[in-house]
């Protein structure tokens, strides 16, 4: 005889995300990684889907300030915490400097992998407003570019890093 198990049901929970200054309310499983709710639920599709292990750097999203895999997070460990997408970069119709930086030295390629090293960059520069070159280079560890755009992401960090003396963002 053999036993028949009822199928698994996925637990449901609101849960409350504070995500770009705004709070936001849905109903998820709490074991859901936070990209997957921030592209499906939110429609915050600027994080991108790289390789699903928290090892190339699209997904990158700040946590309470810290630069964080978003992918391998879950959803469920989030809640009550400052979380900020690219989406939430540009205030009141202006480019943060690191955003502006990017396209002025020509930083991206294809623009895949942008987002995530854009959240890594803010993410070093709230920590350390004048960065060393292996500042720069220990924070982007693991943010891929496959077009090989590196030294102008490096560039790039340190242009924001002098524009932003004058008082971070």
Same mark, same amino acid.
Request: net charge negative.
């Given at each position: 005889m053999s036993a028949t198990f009822p199928e698994e049901?996925?637990?449901?929970?609101?849960?409350?995300?504070h995500v770009n200054g705004t709070?936001?309310?849905?109903?998820?499983d709490p074991a859901r990684s936070l990209l997957s709710v921030l592209r499906d639920d939110l429609d915050?599709?600027?994080?991108?889907?790289?390789?699903?292990?928290?090892r190339c750097g699209?997904?990158?999203? *700040? $946590?309470? &300030?810290?630069?964080?895999r978003s992918c391998t997070t879950q959803v469920?460990?989030?809640a009550g915490?400052?979380? %900020? *997408? $690219?989406? &939430?970069?540009?205030?009141d119709g202006k480019l943060h400097p690191l955003q502006e930086a990017f396209l002025e030295v020509g %930083?991206?390629?294809? &623009?895949?992998?942008t987002p995530g090293m854009l959240m890594a960059g803010v993410a070093?520069?709230?920590?350390?407003?004048?960065?060393?070159?292996?500042?720069i280079i220990r924070a982007m560890e693991g943010n891929i570019c496959r077009c090989g755009t590196y030294a102008r992401i490096i560039l790039a960090i340190r242009k924001a890093a002098q524009t932003l003396k004058g008082g971070a963002r």
């Open positions: 049901v996925p637990m449901t929970t609101i849960t409350e995300l709070k936001h309310r849905l109903e998820a915050l599709s600027g994080s991108k889907y790289g390789c699903g292990e928290g699209a997904c990158t999203v *700040t $946590i309470d &300030g810290k630069a964080t469920g460990d989030c915490k400052q979380i %900020a *997408t $690219i989406e &939430g970069l540009e205030k %930083a991206m390629q294809c &623009g895949y992998c070093l520069l709230r920590k350390n407003a004048d960065p060393t070159l292996q500042d």
